[in-house]
């Protein structure tokens, strides 16, 4: 039964990737705009993603200086 899945789901992954190679190579400005907007949003949310942590040990190093008495 697993491998009757893995071959299910590896026919699937197959046609999806015939479909998108189809698509793209009929609509090659599309897709790279459609690539550009999904690198500019993962760009932005790594970016983020960092400053709230550097925010965040900023504000945890100095309540620790605090506590220490620095």
């Not at 699937?12 to 550009?36: C, D, F, M």
């Not at 945890?60 to 605090?66: D, H």
């Amino acid at each position: 039964m697993s491998s009757n899945v893995v071959s299910l789901f590896a026919d699937q992954l197959t046609g999806a990737a015939k479909s998108t190679e189809r698509y793209v190579r009929s609509n090659p400005w599309q897709a790279a705009g459609a690539l550009a907007v999904v690198g500019l949003a993962a760009g932005l949310a790594l970016t983020r993603s960092a400053l709230r942590i550097r925010r965040r040990k900023a504000e945890l190093s100095g309540a620790a200086s605090e506590v220490s008495g620095g």
